[in-house]
């Protein structure tokens, strides 16, 4: 009772408060207090299997979801407010006070039985308890159920589908118009050499050594040489080894220069 009546105010608040946030990151950690209140109410009422559940699914996999889709989507983007439908705010009302109605003259004409108590119904346990009820006396409110949710993941399929607006290049396509960019922009056909390759370690910023012993600025991403933190090449011409021989000699390596790169 105790639970019951300092979380009730709290998840009303932050039910509340999803319906007049602004920024949808706020609506998303509201719901998880939702979530987690919820959840918190089912294991007082010695249901830990629904508690499981809804922290476990609802919480942790339905609430990561909607995470996912807002850091694809952006937190910054807005939603356009044209209507590309004529009319649909007031049908939208119209549908909302319906099903409203709907719901309260369900609720109103529900009739209970004998109250049991909760040892008797988890007499047998909890898990095996609720599936009889689910795969007995609510089968097809359960069925119904699952057929509703396939149909939303269908139309979220359907709404979210492009048609492509040009032909699906193949490998033959790819590499064509890789040489067509090499002919006309001179960019590098092969794979790029990864950092510090012949360079006495290979931290992701020190770039590689071509043949000749000159560092290869292909070899480090264009954000590193944004932020000026390339390290210099430990080699030269002189210090790597050559096919054809030449001068072999490699100074004494420098440990304290090379802090922070990972050894060969």
């Not at 989507?73 to 409203?100: C, K, N, P, W, Y």
């Amino acid at each position: 009772m105790i639970a019951f009546w300092i979380l009730a105010p709290v998840m009303v608040v932050c039910a509340l408060g999803l319906l007049f946030a602004r920024k949808a990151v706020h609506c998303a950690l509201l719901l998880a207090v939702v979530m987690i209140s919820l959840a918190v109410l089912y294991a007082v009422q010695d249901a830990p299997f629904l508690f499981a559940v809804q922290i476990i699914v609802y919480t942790g996999a339905i609430l990561m979801l909607f995470l996912f889709v807002l850091m694809l989507v952006g937190v910054d983007a807005s939603d356009s407010v044209i209507e590309t439908i004529r009319g649909q705010r007031l049908l939208a009302v119209v549908v909302g006070l319906v099903f409203g109605a709907t719901l309260v003259l369900g609720v109103a004409q529900l009739s209970f039985g004998t109250v049991v108590g909760l040892g008797t119904a988890n007499e047998q346990g909890n898990v095996p308890a609720i599936a009889q009820l689910l795969f007995t006396k609510y089968v097809f409110a359960f069925e119904v159920t699952s057929a509703l949710l396939i149909t939303a993941a269908l139309g979220a399929m359907v709404l979210a589908h492009r048609e492509r607006l040009t032909p699906r290049l193949g490998q033959a396509d790819l590499a064509a118009q890789r040489m067509r960019d090499y002919a006309e922009h001179g960019k590098h056909l092969g794979p790029l050499p990864p950092p510090g390759v012949f360079a006495r370690h290979n931290s992701v910023d020190t770039p590689a050594l071509l043949p000749d012993g000159t560092p290869s600025q292909a070899s480090i991403s264009r954000v590193l040489l944004a932020r000026g933190s390339v390290r210099d090449a430990p080699g030269s011409a002189t210090q790597v080894e050559q096919l054809g021989g030449g001068d072999r000699s490699v100074p004494p390596r420098d440990d304290a220069s090379d802090q922070g790169g990972a050894g060969r």
